[in-house]
């Protein structure tokens, strides 16, 4: 009665394959129902016109996971999302939507009141309300757990340095002397500067030594920037080519170069990293024809 004149379907959602010939089937979309009818009528102490109506609202679905492969399940729809998330990541992640979950459904139940509180907010008592909120999972609760899965997780780049800055460092030195314009000094220093400040936010929130996996990081990024330079340096400016050789590079092969995940794939803090080893005069940007000796 209480959802009578709205606008609903109701599914049931069942695990695994029904039974051969079980009445069930009555309930596959297309199906008729009147098998049904006489058992509806009997359980819910419905007339013929109720549960017929009852009847025309549900639908049964079958392709539900067998329990024992919803873990593995959770697990690879969690991983479409999130590709760049390590294996770790991905189980916290899911232990902490469980527990949410769980967490929302020990609840107290709305009862037979459930039906009317959902579809008429506006004549809902306060304490209802209440008590919907904290069953209810919405995208400004799982907000806080979910980060990883929504985007927000991605390293978001920074302008730490103004480009009327000029610091001779050993990266600008060499990227002038490669021939480099001033608009790319610009961005190699600022990419630079937020690896730098990806390195201590990664710091502060593991206990973990990263020196191999960083070490790691770094002779992948380098294999690229010296096989560029060595294929790069008899341009006119090789900083300028050795730079898109790079950003190529990085954006086709990230998740290999960053095996371990430091820098969440991303090519920009590749392009960060390879600025920092620039810095530390582990490779350069060669020498453009017209540069002073």
Same mark, same amino acid.
């Given at each position: 009665?209480?959802?009578?004149?709205?606008?609903?379907?109701?599914?049931?959602?069942?695990?695994?394959?029904?039974?051969?010939?079980?009445?069930?089937?009555?309930?596959?979309?297309?199906?008729?129902?009147?098998?049904?009818?006489?058992?509806?009528?009997?359980?819910?102490?419905?007339?013929?016109?109720?549960?017929?109506?009852?009847?025309?609202?549900?639908?049964?679905?079958?392709?539900?996971?067998?329990?024992?492969?919803?873990?593995?399940?959770?697990?690879? &729809?969690?991983?479409? !999302?999130?590709?760049?998330?390590?294996? #770790? +990541?991905?189980?916290? /992640?899911?232990?902490? =939507?469980? *527990?949410?979950?769980?967490?929302?459904?020990?609840?107290?139940?709305?009862?037979?009141?459930?039906?009317?509180?959902?579809?008429?907010?506006?004549?809902?008592?306060?304490?209802?309300?209440?008590?919907?909120?904290?069953?209810?999972?919405?995208?400004?609760?799982?907000?806080?757990?979910?980060?990883?899965?929504?985007?927000?997780?991605?390293?978001?780049?920074?302008?730490?340095?103004?480009?009327?800055?000029?610091?001779?460092?050993? &990266?600008?030195?060499? !990227?002038?002397?490669?021939?480099?314009? #001033? +608009?790319?000094?610009? /961005?190699?220093?600022? =990419?630079? *500067?937020?690896?730098?400040?990806?390195?201590?936010?990664?710091?502060?929130?593991?206990?973990?030594?990263?020196?191999?996996?960083?070490?790691?990081?770094?002779?992948?990024?380098?294999?690229?920037?010296?096989?560029?330079?060595?294929?790069?340096?008899?341009?006119?400016?090789?900083?300028?080519?050795?730079?898109?050789?790079?950003?190529?590079?990085?954006?086709?092969?990230?998740?290999?170069?960053?095996?371990?995940?430091?820098?969440?794939?991303?090519?920009? !803090?590749?392009?960060?990293?390879?600025?920092?080893?620039?810095?530390?005069?582990?490779?350069?940007?060669?020498?453009?024809?017209?540069?002073?000796?």
């Amino acid at each position: 009665l209480l959802t009578a004149n709205e606008d609903h379907s109701l599914e049931l959602l069942l695990e695994g394959a029904a039974k051969p010939n079980d009445p069930i089937q009555a309930l596959y979309p297309d199906h008729a129902r009147a098998p049904l009818l006489p058992m509806v009528v009997k359980h819910l102490r419905a007339t013929p016109g109720s549960a017929e109506d009852f009847l025309r609202r549900v639908s049964l679905n079958d392709s539900m996971h067998h329990r024992s492969a919803i873990h593995a399940t959770n697990a690879r &729809l969690l991983h479409d !999302l999130a590709p760049s998330l390590t294996r #770790p +990541a991905l189980e916290a /992640l899911h232990t902490s =939507l469980l *527990a949410e979950i769980e967490q929302a459904m020990r609840c107290e139940p709305l009862g037979p009141l459930w039906p009317r509180s959902v579809l008429h907010p506006r004549d809902r008592p306060t304490t209802l309300t209440d008590r919907l909120r904290r069953k209810t999972l919405d995208a400004a609760r799982l907000a806080p757990i979910a980060p990883p899965i929504s985007g927000v997780h991605r390293p978001l780049l920074r302008r730490f340095v103004e480009p009327a800055s000029r610091v001779p460092s050993p &990266l600008v030195q060499k !990227l002038l002397l490669g021939g480099a314009p #001033p +608009a790319i000094v610009d /961005l190699a220093r600022n =990419l630079q *500067a937020n690896a730098r400040h990806q390195r201590f936010e990664r710091a502060s929130l593991s206990l973990a030594d990263q020196n191999d996996v960083l070490a790691d990081l770094q002779e992948r990024i380098l294999t690229h920037a010296q096989t560029a330079a060595a294929l790069r340096e008899s341009s006119d400016r090789p900083a300028t080519a050795i730079w898109h050789d790079l950003l190529g590079g990085f954006h086709a092969n990230a998740a290999h170069i960053d095996r371990h995940n430091l820098v969440h794939a991303d090519p920009m !803090l590749l392009m960060g990293e390879a600025c920092i080893l620039s810095d530390d005069c582990l490779f350069d940007w060669g020498r453009a024809s017209d540069a002073h000796p």
